[in-house]
């Protein structure tokens, strides 16, 4: 299965590496998109961190991840400001269309669903306050010196608890 995309837990494991110049671009995206969060979108977003209210709970992929960061503080630091830095992406499964040829046959990697346009810009509309909320926990939470293991667990809880459909389009679906 040929898969493309980014926002799956087992693809933080490959951000430490990206170009400073892809993070400064996303930066600037972000910083727009976060200007159209306001403070009740943010305190909800704190809140859904700090209750029980996840889609899902954490994967076995997720838990390795925060233990892997417990064991070095830089790390912990690269993940977490990675994956608040890091654009939510349609994961895709290309196996049909690299087959036929046809942009029609491209599905979402965790359900076979297709993906079209609509989709798209649904999916992409959405992930962008997903994103903004995500990058604000971080920045909130580096600013009151919180352990940056704590950072990267709230945003993976914080992500856990986005819709089905959110999760299942970016491969964090378990």
């Not at 990206?18 to 972000?30: G, P």
């Amino acid at each position: 299965m040929a898969i493309q995309g980014i926002g799956s837990t087992a693809s933080l494991w490959n951000t430490v590496s990206r170009k400073a110049e892809q993070q400064q671009d996303f930066k600037s995206l972000m910083a727009k998109a976060t200007e159209t969060v306001n403070a009740s979108s943010a305190d909800k977003a704190q809140a859904s961190t700090n209750s029980n209210t996840a889609t899902q709970s954490r994967t076995a992929v997720q838990e390795d991840i925060l233990r892997y960061a417990r064991a070095d503080a830089q790390d912990a630091e690269r993940l977490a400001h990675d994956m608040a830095y890091s654009r939510s992406d349609i994961c895709y499964d290309l196996s049909e269309s690299i087959k036929t040829n046809r942009m029609e046959d491209i599905k979402l990697a965790s359900t076979g669903e297709k993906v079209g346009d609509d989709y798209k810009r649904q999916f992409y509309q959405n992930a962008l306050h997903v994103d903004a909320q995500r990058m604000q926990i971080y920045n909130t939470e580096k600013a009151k010196g919180t352990d940056p293991v704590t950072i990267l667990s709230k945003m993976i809880d914080f992500t856990n608890s986005q819709s089905k459909d959110y999760l299942a389009a970016t491969g964090w679906l378990a």
